[in-house]
């Protein structure tokens, strides 16, 4: 609203008067009470303006409007120096009342307006996770070669019992020249050095780029002790001159087992190699083993399969030498193993038909849509020898979508004599059903040698054998109450070694919210061992054990399972429960 009053040189001030007036250029005076009545008329049309702001540049204009320079409430102090001493603290007083008021409800109103704002656009934005990934957009990504290729080499080796080892923590690509070398049995003075030149960051060449993910295997050894089996994949780096077959970064997946001397030969090593070679290239595949030299394996061999009319060098292997076990602290005298080693991108060439190991790096899309969108589709298509395709005899996504909604296979692919997987699990439908909880009693329990905070257990959930499990509990039991204690088993989960002990399962606990107090989740006394526990509303079949690590299920689910104020387990406010009550 456009100021009435007048300016200073418009204005005179009464000589005597009991009540001081201001004299307005077209004589008209006003009264300290009439300002007052004026801004308060402002602080009405203020309200009615901001109230009506839509968005927050209209509520911040229509406060510049009001309280900038130029604004009615800010013109109202120019009156101040024609006031007399007892009046002036009367105007400033009612000025700064009426300006704190429109400030704080011009802040309140631009708050609530930037909320709005937010949502409008996280709206506008949202993506539909539960759709499939399959587009009919002509620039759908793919999943790149070599992740598929890693992934795949990766789940055969899980599903042998082999510990997967990707943290940061544990398997740095900046790496030290010990762990990189001196510990793989290769000092400073090697010739076998000199295949593996990288890239130094240090002058006194203490810290380097690591050529081999071997030195994750080291690392390792320090932590855990025999027996294990690992298989760490990643990212390395050599001085190489870059041409069509040789790269200065590259991906390696290493596999280590260790166990005591004697269990492990080069037979069982054989055997490894065999079945992963067999299960990436087809169950036909000739493979043969050639005498090689490494300096952390003794007998060492490199490995060729016969492919496309020619044999091709793949990886290599080799018994772990008794040095390495000797630097690592491990005595080779009770311990041994077998190790072996391949470039990621030598299988994907060899899968896909590539050429140039040049082409995995451009992310040049004409090259990445050539290939399917997962591994399993390109390796049917290189178990018949159709590999190098080109772009336009590969199936387009909406041709792919199409044949997975109508149930068929791609033409010409062969039928696969393995047994049909159950399907994924659909993001949207993961709940706890997805979950196999089971009712079950501990009938052993003992503590672990090489772990102050486990113990190991026998846990009898109904199945023809006790679970081995293991449960981080020595904090908050002691050992003499664990057996015969009634717990609720995750049983749905593949087995993993915890510090060496093979825990097939989980043992389900709730703890105070800052950790300080752990219990076990306790079935009804009367819930018969191994029932399933279920939840009212979830009625779904549980998931297989792969889809449980796959989809990350528990990720999803454990974030709404919580105890309630009479301290029993609820699934998003429903209770845990079996055919006896309720679990707490």
Known sequence: MASTYATSSSVSRA?????????????????IEDITAQLKANKEEFDTKIS??????????????YLGKKGPINKVMSFMRLLPNEDKPKLGAVVNE???????????RKTVLEVEEIELQM??????????????????????PLSMTMEKAVDIFTSLGYDTVTECKDSPEIETDYFCFEALNCPKDHPARDMQDTFYLTEDMGSLLRTHTSAVQIRQLGKRKPPLRMVSPGRVYRKDDIDATHSMIFHQIEILALDERGKLN??????????????????????????????????????????????LEVLGCGMVDPNVLEMAGIDPNKYSGFAAGFGVERFAMVIHGITDIREFY?????????????????????????????????????????AI???????GEKPKKKKKKAPPAAAGEIDVSKLDIRVGVITKAWTHEEADKLYCEHIDIGEEEPRNIASGLRAHYNLEDLEGQRVLVLANLKT??????????????????????????????????????MVDGFDGEPATENQVIKKKMLNAIFPDLSTNSQGIACYKGEPLSTSAGPCA
């Open 98 to 108: 009426i300006k704190s008021e429109l400030e704080t409800l011009a802040k309140d």
């Open 15 to 31: 000589s005597s008067s009991s009540s001081t007036k201001l004299f307005m250029a077209d004589t008209e005076t006003a009264s």
């Open 496 to 533: 993993r070694k915890l510090v060496g002990f093979p825990s097939h399962g989980m043992v389900l606990c709730a703890a105070s919210e800052d950790g300080s107090k752990v219990e076990f989740i306790e079935p009804p006394a009367d819930a018969e061992i191994g029932e399933r526990v």
């Open 266 to 311: 080069i037979g069982h090593l054989k055997g490894t190699v065999e079945h992963f070679l067999r299960e990436m290239f087809g169950p036909e595949i000739d493979v043969r083993f050639r005498g090689s030299y490494f300096p952390f394996t003794e007998p060492s061999m490199e490995v060729d399969v016969f492919f496309r009319g020619k044999w």
């Open 405 to 411: 909604a109508a149930g068929e296979r791609a033409a």
């Open 362 to 402: 451009k992310n040049d899309e004409r090259f990445l849509q050539q290939f399917p969108t997962f591994y399993d589709q390109g390796l049917t298509a290189m178990k018949k020898g159709d590999v190098g395709r080109a772009a336009s005899d590969v199936a387009k996504p909406e041709e792919i979508a199409a």
């Open 52 to 65: 009506a702001a839509t968005t927050v540049a209209e509520a911040e204009a229509v406060r510049v409007e």
């Open 123 to 144: 709206e506008a934005e949202r993506i539909d996770v539960t759709m499939p990934g399959l587009s009919k957009a002509p620039n759908v990504g793919r999943r790149h």
